[in-house]
């Protein structure tokens, strides 16, 4: 397109054409007859022919404008579509996005991010799961654009976004204690106890309160994941402390036996969405981090009832 076209040129050009005369289309643009008289003038020295002739009939297409209109609609369309395409991605409807989750909260992200592509149609989406410190290390990397994981301690890598929920005791079917109300670390003593390794948070806050408590765990059973632990409290190995949105998915098998009671003193499972301190952050991933922090909210307050 030669440099000295403009849009506008363009566009009035276009509504001549459209309309059929000048007057007409300077009353449909708002405009004075002679100020799109001279545009099309200016236009017509700018591409070096003529586009009207004008006769005692009125104004008449040239040959050369009507090939020319063919190619002045396309460049129209095509600004049209970028100038949406601006939008959608001031807006963050747009664009793609590289997200990291824990695999504890693996079947929750999939619904999030579902809901979220249904109200971004154009959004493209690639969901990951590794273990919190590898996605940790890819979002400090700029390698996801956001990461769902378990707390992280402070690091200047990462901007972290925590949230706590209360955990759940799992019973197994058949458990003596379940016409309690809510279960003790007292109440756990001796009983065949299922976690999640020694270094996962949960097991080492349980191990924590059963020394303040002076009491002593039997852990008959680790695992890596809480979805893991749940079914094999469902097959009856043991007894486990279960974050509420294992839980809660876990509640809907129809295999399911788990008998799920409150635990005291209170023990919470801490997540955060994370973002990177040193990459840039797109306006798509601040949308969607918005969304999920809307999720995650309405989530803690309906579990930590």
Same mark, same amino acid.
């Given at each position: ?13 276009q ?49 050369e ?12 369309? *095509?600004?049209?579509? !970028? ?5 959608? /991605?001031? =807006?963050?409807? $747009? +664009?793609?996005?590289? @997200? ?114 002076n009491?002593s765990?039997?852990?008959? *059973?680790?695992?890596? !994941?809480?979805?893991?632990a749940?079914? /094999?409290? =469902?097959?009856? $190995? +043991?007894?486990?402390? @279960?974050d ?14 788990v ?47």
């Amino acid at each position: 397109m030669n440099p000295k076209i403009n849009a506008k040129q363009l566009y009035i050009f276009q509504e001549v054409i459209s309309s059929g005369s000048i007057s007409k289309a300077a009353r449909r643009l708002g405009l004075t007859q002679p100020a799109v008289s001279t545009a099309i003038a200016n236009l017509e020295s700018d591409i070096g022919f003529m586009l009207f002739k004008r006769n005692h009939y009125g104004t008449e297409m040239t040959i050369e404008a009507k090939s020319f209109s063919e190619g002045a609609e396309r460049v129209l369309r *095509a600004l049209s579509d !970028l100038g949406e395409l601006a939008e959608n /991605l001031k =807006n963050g409807r $747009v +664009g793609k996005l590289q @997200i990291g989750c824990m695999p504890g909260l693996s079947t929750l992200a999939p619904k999030i991010v579902a809901s979220f592509m249904r109200s971004n149609p154009d959004v493209k989406l690639s969901l990951q799961t590794f273990p919190s410190r590898k996605v940790e290390e890819w979002v400090a990397g700029g390698h996801f654009d956001l990461g769902i994981v378990e707390k992280p301690q402070e690091k200047k890598e990462l901007e972290v976004f925590p949230y706590s929920f209360r955990m759940i005791c799992a019973l197994p079917p058949g458990s003596p204690l379940v016409d309690k109300k809510e279960i003790t670390i007292e109440d756990l003593e001796g009983r065949p106890l299922i976690t999640l390794g020694d270094a996962h948070q949960s097991t080492m806050r349980l191990r924590s309160l059963a020394y303040k408590h002076n009491c002593s765990l039997n852990v008959v *059973a680790e695992t890596q !994941l809480f979805p893991s632990a749940m079914a /094999l409290v =469902n097959e009856g $190995v +043991g007894y486990a402390l @279960i974050d509420p949105i294992t839980a809660m998915e876990y509640g809907r098998r129809n295999d399911n036996t788990v008998v799920l009671r409150p635990f005291t003193p209170q023990i919470d499972f801490e997540v955060a969405i994370i973002l990177p301190s040193f990459h840039l952050v797109s306006r798509l991933c601040h949308q969607f981090q918005s969304a999920l922090k809307e999720e995650l909210d309405k989530m803690a307050v309906s579990l930590n009832r």
